[in-house]
């Protein structure tokens, strides 16, 4: 797929900033649910980003509302104001690296002799997994998914089921499945 350039707002929620991309962009990606692109942050309001050659490899998270979003690099938080306008670059990518594996999880895996069985799953099935798990807030539910994922595992499942993957899952800023920030 090509390179697709767009521009967007730095956008602020709690203490994250974070991209939305523009429905016309989103609409090109492989999926509705989660994607991974190679980002460059090229302006910010017509002036340049001193590491604009630096492409980040980032998750495209789906927002609930068949477009995605991706928080901005920790390196350039500081340097971008909210509202500010970005002249970006999306380039998506077709291999997906493995995601950070929480301990609770790790934990239940070794429990349950799925450890093996977890790592042998292709990136894109162990961030259903991960995304699964990181949709609530609240311990409980958390703890009853890791519970119900070894078992599932154990059963030969690779992916969870019943799992919309079109929506948005990071509970720190979205509801519902939908992200909270509008344009």
């Known amino acids: 797929m090509p390179t697709l350039p767009f521009k967007s707002d ?3 929620y709690g203490n994250h900033k974070i991209i ?3 429905n016309e962009i989103s609409s090109q990606l492989s999926s509705r649910g989660m994607n991974f692109a190679e980002i460059r942050f090229l302006s910010s309001d017509g ?3 001193s590491d604009a050659a630096t492409a980040y490899p980032l998750p495209l998270e789906p927002d609930g509302n ?3 979003w991706f928080y901005v690099p920790e390196s350039l938080c500081d340097a971008l104001v909210p509202g500010s306008t ?3 670059q999306l380039t998506p990518q077709d291999e997906w690296p493995s995601p950070v594996v929480p301990d609770d999880f790790i934990e239940g895996l070794k429990q349950s002799s799925l450890y093996d069985f ?3 799953l292709t990136s894109k099935a162990q ?3 991960m995304r699964w798990i990181q949709m609530t807030n609240n311990p409980s539910t958390r703890e009853k998914r890791i ?3 070894m078992d599932k595992m154990h059963k030969g499942m690779k992916r969870p089921c019943c799992f919309d993957q079109t929506r948005c899952t990071d509970y720190r800023i979205c509801s519902n499945g939908m992200l909270k920030i509008t344009l």
Do not use: F, Q
Request: hydrophobic share 45%; no cysteine.
């Open 147 to 149: 519970t119900v994922s």
């Open 118 to 120: 977890y790592h042998d």
């Open 66 to 68: 068949k477009s995605h």
């Open 10 to 12: 730095v956008l602020v």
């Open 86 to 88: 970005l002249e970006l």
């Open 47 to 49: 002036r340049a980003i």
């Open 20 to 22: 939305k991309l523009p």
């Open 127 to 129: 961030w259903e997994w």
